[in-house]
């Protein structure tokens, strides 16, 4: 590529897990990075998933196996990088003779041909042949492999209906997956990158050797122009939009938007274990202890035909998975035992599958070299193949410049998360220990968040008055002054909502207030 003067070498638009993973990468490669998000990081299908760095199980049934064992390898990888905001987790697979398959998987195509008679049913012997594949597709050093339950006796089985006498238990690993964007950014800014938050690309200009991109402060109004070598498309369900509207590009690649919804009700279980229902309709939902004193309960899979229409979970999905858990518990739940929901659209690759259910959940990258400057658009994905998908991009992407170094992030810590895969329980002691003031349930909000960063976020604080205002549940001035100046924060909606989940704690008054000291903050600033 000829010498341009620009401003970046590689100018992201999207700041979710796709956008700010390949901006770190980059990043570390030497890349000179810009990212645009036009809201806050993760503020869409990042901050909306289930929560869970996961193989996919079900994925085998339209035997996705590439994406699954990819996703089994990746799970220790990510462990072992962020120790603070991931962690192994425990499956409960309750199982019973009349559970059925989802109709249009291959799987359950092949099965109707050669066992007509098990008419739709997902046989025993079949999910014990997925759970062995998916204890050894891909090399499990640190999680457990699958064992069985007996739910007549096992803990697990005390709030389940009686027809249920035995589960399968395996592993996967938990997310919280609006920090995990953040962290991205965090790490992309440390190695270079000008991460922008509420900035919206307005425009762009292609021209053979160069991007130049129109940018809108969407807080102030306020317009710049940039120029860079290359550009990827992340922008999740945007994607097509950005390739239609703002890049103009004659593209035939297609983004299917799916929506998947979930619930939160108070908590279910005694236990630390997930979950995993199957329906007899063939879908599956899992229920995940939550937050220490709710269950978490996802997801659905519906069509959603406008990205600029704000997904909700509509009563209806709300009902059906009211329902879903009802067929499992024995204490029925209802509508008024919901907490809170929340939902997000899957952005994926239009593979021509008949269902929502059925589209294909793997990453397709395609770059686009006609008419000029080269453009990486992003479609599909998962959150825990983000690195390798970043990794997969990089591969495209590093051909176009010189002297860009090799693959570097497996296992390199996140901010914070530069201790063991088994230290939380000792920084937690330490944090209690060095800051007497903090109480247990505290120092785990704190290390599960921000790790040995922690003591960074509480600083010299000799008491809890040293740490500024008290905004309820444990939030203090001091750490949302760490989530504007460090983590990009501008509102309250992103500290309660998707830095923390303290929204489900603080009532409306107390959000209220915590946006106007933070609106003053800003504008003192």
Same mark, same amino acid.
């Given at each position: 590529?000829?010498?341009?003067?620009?401003?970046?070498?590689?100018?992201?638009?999207?700041?979710?897990?796709?956008? $700010?993973?390949?901006?770190? *990468?980059?990043?570390?490669?030497?890349?000179?990075?810009?990212?645009?998000?036009?809201?806050?990081?993760?503020?869409?299908?990042?901050?909306?998933?289930?929560?869970?760095?996961?193989?996919?199980?079900?994925?085998?049934?339209?035997?996705?196996?590439?994406?699954?064992?990819?996703?089994? =390898?990746? %799970?220790?990888?990510?462990? &072992?990088?962020?120790?603070?905001?991931?962690?192994?987790?425990?499956?409960?697979?309750?199982?019973? #003779?009349?559970? &059925?398959?989802?109709?249009?998987?291959?799987?359950?195509?092949?099965?109707?041909?050669?066992?007509?008679?098990?008419?739709? &049913?997902?046989?025993?012997?079949? =999910?014990?042949?997925?759970?062995?594949?998916? *204890?050894?597709?891909?090399?499990?050093?640190?999680?457990?492999?699958?064992?069985?339950? *007996?739910?007549?006796?096992?803990?697990?089985? #005390?709030?389940?209906?009686?027809?249920?006498?035995?589960?399968?238990?395996?592993?996967? $690993?938990?997310?919280?997956?609006?920090?995990?964007?953040?962290?991205?950014?965090?790490?992309?800014?440390?190695?270079?990158? #000008?991460?922008?938050? %509420?900035?919206?690309?307005?425009?762009?200009?292609?021209?053979?050797?160069?991007?130049?991109?129109?940018?809108?402060?969407?807080?102030?109004?306020?317009?710049?122009?940039? &120029?860079?070598?290359?550009?990827?498309?992340?922008?999740?369900?945007?994607v097509g939009d950005i390739i239609q509207q703002k890049v103009r590009l004659n593209s035939t690649e297609g983004v299917r938007l799916v929506r998947g919804s979930h619930i939160v009700t108070k908590r279910l279980f005694d236990h630390d274990k997930c979950y995993f229902f199957q329906g007899t309709d063939g879908r599956i939902i899992f229920a995940i202890p939550y937050e220490t004193d709710f269950t978490l309960i996802g997801t659905t899979d519906a069509e959603h035909d406008d990205p600029s229409v704000k997904p909700v979970c509509t009563d209806e999905e709300r009902d059906y998975l009211v329902a879903f858990a009802n067929g499992y518990f024995k204490q029925d739940i209802t509508s008024d035992d919901v907490v809170w929901t929340y939902s997000g659209v899957r952005p994926l690759y239009d593979d021509g599958a008949q269902s929502a259910t059925a589209a294909t959940r793997d990453y397709t990258l395609k770059v686009d070299t006609n008419g000029g400057a080269p453009i990486l658009n992003i479609f599909g994905g998962k959150i825990t193949t983000y690195r390798r998908l970043a990794q997969s991009a990089l591969a495209k992407i590093s051909p176009h410049f010189d002297g860009v170094t090799g693959d570097w992030t497996a296992g390199v810590p996140l901010p914070g998360g530069d201790f063991p895969v088994d230290g939380v329980d000792a920084l937690i002691r330490d944090l209690m220990r060095d800051y007497p003031f903090v109480d247990a349930r505290w120092a785990k909000r704190l290390v599960r968040a921000y790790g040995t960063d922690a003591k960074n976020v509480l600083g010299m604080a000799k008491s809890a008055a040293d740490l500024g205002q008290d905004f309820g549940a444990t939030l203090t001035e001091a750490e949302v002054r760490w989530l504007m100046d460090k983590e990009y924060a501008r509102r309250a909606e992103d500290v309660v909502w998707r830095r923390n989940k303290l929204g489900l704690r603080l009532n409306d008054m107390q959000i209220a207030a915590l946006d106007a000291w933070m609106v003053s903050q800003r504008e003192a600033a």
């Open positions: 590529m000829a010498d341009v003067e620009t401003d970046f070498d590689l100018f992201i638009i999207g700041g979710g897990i796709n956008g $700010c993973g390949i901006a770190r *990468d980059a990043s570390g490669r030497g890349l000179k990075v810009g990212l645009a998000e036009m809201n806050d990081l993760a503020s869409a299908t990042s901050s909306a998933s289930t929560k869970l760095f996961h193989g996919g199980l079900r994925y085998l049934e339209y035997f996705e196996v590439r994406l699954v064992r990819e996703a089994l =390898i990746e %799970r220790e990888t990510l462990l &072992r990088a962020m120790p603070h905001i991931s962690w192994p987790m425990r499956f409960v697979l309750p199982y019973h #003779k009349d559970m &059925r398959f989802e109709g249009s998987t291959p799987t359950s195509k092949i099965l109707n041909i050669m066992m007509p008679w098990m008419k739709g &049913r997902r046989p025993a012997w079949l =999910i014990r042949l997925g759970l062995f594949m998916y *204890d050894n597709l891909g090399g499990r050093k640190i999680l457990p492999g699958t064992s069985t339950v *007996d739910l007549t006796t096992a803990p697990e089985g #005390k709030g389940i209906e009686d027809r249920f006498e035995f589960a399968y238990e395996y592993s996967d $690993c938990w997310i919280e997956d609006s920090r995990l964007v953040v962290l991205n950014a965090r790490d992309a800014e440390n190695r270079g990158a #000008k991460i922008m938050v %509420r900035t919206k690309v307005t425009s762009t200009i292609r021209h053979e050797d160069h991007w130049v991109v129109q940018l809108e402060d969407t807080d102030t109004g306020e317009a710049r122009t940039i &120029r860079a070598k290359m550009l990827v498309n992340a922008a999740g369900p945007w």
